[in-house]
C-alpha cells in the first residue's frame, strides 16, 4: 500500500482515529483535507470551535494509543492503521476506509479470495447444516469463509471451515469473548484462523458496534451467502453494505412458513441469485454476472503535505442555509448551495467534531440542534 508510515504518523492516525467524534468518515476526510494526521491533531480544537463547539473537544492523549499499541501486541495481534502497508486491501478501498483495525492470527488470510456466510442467530438445525456443509465445501475449494462469530449460522460456518480458513469480525476489542459460549472457538479461530476488530482491547460488544463489525464482512469478502435471516436482522444489513460495496449477494431459500426465512427470501426476490450449495456459489462467482465485483486498487493514503483551502463567508453561510434537521443529501447541498466538494466538505467537518451533524444512510447529512 505504498510507502511505511513514520512511528509518528501511525501514533497519530491512531490518535485521530480515538478522538471524539472522529468516524470513518471523519477520519478520511481530515487525512484527504490535511494530507496527514500529525496536522490534522493540530488543527482538530480550531476546527470543533469554527463548527460551533462550546467545549474543547477530546482528543486521544498519546499515552492512551501507545497503551493499544501495547496491549494488542501483548496478545501477539497486529494493530493497522489506515496506510499501513499490510492493511487489507479489501477494506482500504472502502468509502469509507475503517481507520483502524486489530487482527490476531493468520492476517493473510483476509486478503484471499473469501465468501462470508452469515445468518440468524437463532438458527433452526437444517440452517446450520447447510451453513457448515457450505462451509466446508468453500474451504476445499480455496475458500476462505468470513462471519460474525454469532451463534447460529455464523458459529456452524466457522467450526467446519478452521481447517481451510476462517476470519471472525468481532464487534467487541480482541480479547472479549462473545457470546461466552464460543469461548473455545474464538481462541481456535485466533490459532487457526484470524480474528479481525476496529476496537480498542477491552470494548464490550454494544448494539451500536454490530453494524460496523457487519460492514468489515461484507468488506472482507468477495461474496456474502445469507442463510436464515429475519426481515429486521443484522444479516440484512450485511447484505445491504455487501450490494453498497459491490460484492455479490447470495440466498438460501426457506419455508415461507417460517419468520427466520423471511429475510433470505426477500432478497431473492428483490433480484439475489437462489443457492443451495458451495457448487451454486462458486458457479455463480464464475460466471460473468458474478464478476460484477472487480478488485479495486487501494488508494494511497501515504502522508503528504497539505494541499488544502479554505471555505469564504459567503459559502458557509450558504451550506448552513441548506443544511436543517432533515436528512439531506450531500450532492444536494452542493448544488443549492452553489459550493464544491472541498468546501462543503471542510464545513461538515467542522460541524462533525463540533457535535452538530449526523450522517444519515445514502451519503446524507442532517443538522442536530446546538446543545
Known amino acids: 500500500m505504498g510507502t511505511a508510515l513514520s512511528s509518528a504518523e501511525r501514533l497519530a492516525r491512531l490518535r485521530l482515529a480515538r478522538s471524539e467524534n472522529v468516524g470513518p468518515v471523519t477520519f478520511r476526510d481530515l487525512l484527504d483535507h490535511f494530507g496527514n494526521a500529525l496536522d490534522a491533531l493540530d488543527a482538530l480544537p480550531e476546527l470543533a470551535k469554527r463548527g460551533g463547539s462550546k467545549r474543547r473537544l477530546k482528543i486521544a492523549h498519546p499515552a492512551d494509543a501507545e497503551a493499544e499499541i501495547s496491549a494488542v501486541a501483548k496478545m501477539g495481534g497486529h494493530l493497522l492503521v489506515l496506510g499501513d502497508e499490510n492493511f487489507p486491501a479489501r477494506l482500504a478501498t472502502l468509502d469509507p ?105 477491552g470494548t464490550s460488544p454494544q448494539a451500536r458496534h454490530f453494524p460496523r463489525r457487519n460492514r468489515l464482512i461484507s468488506g472482507l469478502a468477495l461474496a456474502v451467502v445469507v442463510i436464515e435471516a429475519a426481515l429486521r436482522s443484522g444479516s440484512l444489513i450485511t447484505a445491504r453494505f455487501a450490494l453498497e460495496q459491490g460484492r455479490d449477494v447470495f440466498a438460501v431459500p426457506g419455508s415461507p412458513l417460517d419468520p427466520r426465512a423471511q429475510g433470505a427470501n426477500k432478497l431473492i426476490k428483490d433480484g439475489a441469485p437462489l443457492v443451495e450449495n458451495a457448487a451454486d456459489v462458486i458457479a455463480a462467482l464464475a460466471t460473468p454476472l458474478g464478476h460484477r465485483f472487480d478488485e479495486p486498487e487501494p488508494p494511497s493514503y501515504a502522508p503528504r503535505a497539505a494541499a488544502r483551502s479554505e471555505t469564504d463567508g459567503d459559502s458557509r453561510t450558504r451550506i448552513f442555509a441548506a443544511l436543517g434537521p432533515t ?37 446524507r447529512v442532517s443538522l442536530l440542534p446546538d446543545a
Do not use: C
Open 327 to 363: 436528512p439531506t443529501p450531500v450532492d444536494y447541498i452542493i448544488r443549492q448551495a452553489g459550493v464544491s466538494v472541498p468546501e462543503l466538505r471542510a464545513v461538515l467537518l467542522e460541524l462533525e467534531l463540533a457535535g452538530r451533524l449526523h450522517r444519515d444512510p445514502g451519503d
Open 97 to 201: 476506509p475503517p481507520p483502524v483495525i486489530s487482527m490476531l492470527g493468520d492476517i493473510s488470510q483476509a486478503n484471499g479470495k473469501s465468501v462470508a456466510i452469515v445468518g440468524s442467530r437463532n438458527a433452526s438445525a437444517a440452517g446450520r447444516r447447510i451453513a457448515g456443509d457450505m462451509a466446508e465445501a468453500l474451504g476445499a475449494e480455496g475458500f476462505t469463509v468470513i462471519s460474525g462469530l454469532a451463534r447460529g449460522i455464523d458459529t456452524a460456518a466457522h467450526r467446519t471451515s478452521l481447517a481451510t480458513g476462517t476470519v471472525a469480525v468481532l464487534a467487541g476489542g480482541l480479547d472479549i469473548v462473545y457470546p461466552e459460549e464460543n469461548r473455545e472457538l474464538q481462541k481456535l479461530i485466533a490459532e487457526r484462523g484470524a480474528l479481525v476488530s476496529e476496537m480498542p482491547p
